[in-house]
């Protein structure tokens, strides 16, 4: 079995204990995914909190930047570091509403966040324990605390409403010459 491969094929368990303040920032996150898919973007949405205040906050604009990495997780971890003028994000939490790729996993990995809440699981493409646990990979040299299934069904339906829509109706054009970061 791979390292990277949650315990018996199953999610790695959730030890990180919710805190008051979760479901407020975790709405924060669900406005820049509504934001995103008014936009024409995948609706996911991140907010990056220090101190009790966001730092930073981003939804999905690959479409709109033909950017593949223009995911809200790694828009949220540029503008934070920006805005802290440090790469290293200790002592703040990554909000979003889906489980990170294996993309922003490794660049919330590499920017040292120190907590990780996300709202629903990615089957496919997860890796905070759906398809593999790189957060928490034993190997590496920073691992964050990781909470799983704040504001799951919002976070959940939001994204099947998405898809659903997009696959009833065809492909989406979106125009990305008037595109604002």
């Not at 934070?80 to 790729?101: D, F, I, K, M």
């Not at 691992?143 to 898809?163: D, H, I, Y």
Request: charged letters at 25%; one cysteine or more.
């Amino acid at each position: 079995m791979s390292l990277l491969a949650p315990r018996s094929g199953r999610r790695a368990e959730q030890v990180t204990v919710a805190r008051p303040d979760d479901e407020r920032w975790m709405a924060a996150a669900l406005d820049e995914a509504r934001a995103a898919q008014s936009a024409g973007e995948v609706p996911v949405g991140a907010v990056i909190v220090r101190d009790g205040a966001i730092l930073s906050r981003a939804g999905n604009r690959t479409i709109r930047d033909q950017d593949p990495t223009a995911h809200a997780e790694a828009i949220a971890i540029r503008t934070a570091a920006a805005e802290l003028g440090s790469w290293r994000l200790e002592e703040c939490t990554l909000y979003v509403t889906l489980e990170p790729c294996a993309m922003c996993a490794g660049a919330i990995v590499l920017s040292r966040v120190a907590r990780v809440v996300f709202g629903a699981w990615d089957e496919k493409a997860g890796m905070a324990g759906s398809v593999a646990d790189l957060l928490r990979h034993p190997r590496l040299n920073h691992r964050p605390q990781v909470l799983a299934g704040v504001s799951a069904s919002a976070s959940s339906e939001m994204l099947t409403k998405f898809f659903r829509t997009r696959r009833a109706s065809g492909p989406q054009v979106v125009d990305t010459s008037s595109s604002t970061a």
